[in-house]
């Protein structure tokens, strides 16, 4: 468990370390638009394909700075009322009730009672804004493109102003601005005026030295020969004509299931029969089994026999 602490880096160097710290081996690239979005302020927005470690950014700054995680998870169809705020109508009803029992018929003193603090049901956005003794949360909000492009509107004045209009109250603003990560797969895109209000990074595929110190960092017990099998086989696999390139994530759910069965290195039947595990397309599967993934295979081994 890495140390906690409230503040946020100081340099480009202390990001990565406190990423590593995590178990989140960053590039200096990541490491560099993240410090500035902290100190600065800006929500950042991370886009690149699925697995590639965009939401565990989130996760590790909440783990290692002591934060809250707020998560919006999008979806088609997410409205205000999911994501920002929606009034109790059942508890209102009630509120009505007593107040028309009581004989107490003062219908606009009776609209600014029910429309209170007490009664307005507060969504991730709406929480996210709060105040809270550990610091400002980390809000997350992810893969926005799985949501409508209208939603896209009702996060501008959040992501701006730190702010949120509830017609019934007024604005709503932070004290203290949550630190926002937007992430998307870019299943389609998201309109300008969004990007405009955050820092923007792509977060590709990781190059094999890097995959290999990930494959390390979270699986410490893995066999030597079996964690270079693996990321050379995957580098390879992102290579083929696939509908799904498998992910970060990917390669360490195989190379921990691997490790379960007792692998110490890779060999066709073993591939061929995990392949369920790092491909998630029946069509890929059987694009890569048998011959394609024992030539795969022999280039890998063929490659590490030459840097031996």
Known sequence: MPPKSSSVPASIDDTLTLLSSAGYIADRALATVLFLSLKMGRPIFLEGEAG?????????????????LIRLQCYEGLDVASAVYEWNYAAQMVEIRLAEAAGDIDRAALSKDIFTDRFLIKRPILQALE??????????????????????????????????????????????????????NRTREIHDALKRRCFYHWVDYPDAERELTILTTRIPGIRERLAAEVVGFVQRLRQEDLFKRPGVAETIDWA??????????????????????????????????????RAILDEVRAELTAAE
Do not use: M, W
Not at 149 to 161: P, T
Not at 258 to 263: A, P, R
């Open 256 to 293: 921990s299931a691997l490790t379960e069965l007792d692998q110490l290195a890779l060999d066709p039947a073993t591939i061929n029969d995990t392949l369920g595990v790092l491909l998630k397309y029946q069509d890929d599967i059987a694009r890569i089994s048998d011959s394609r993934s």
């Open 131 to 184: 105040p809270d003794i550990a610091g400002a949360p980390i809000l997350l909000i992810d893969e926005l493109d799985r949501a409508d492009e209208a939603f896209e509107a009702f996060l501008l004045e959040v992501l701006a102003d730190n702010q949120v209009t509830v017609p019934e109250i007024g604005t709503i603003r932070a004290d203290h601005p949550p630190i926002v990560v937007v992430t998307t």
């Open 52 to 68: 590639v470690g965009k939401t565990e950014i989130a996760k590790v700054l909440a783990e290692t700075l002591g934060r809250k």
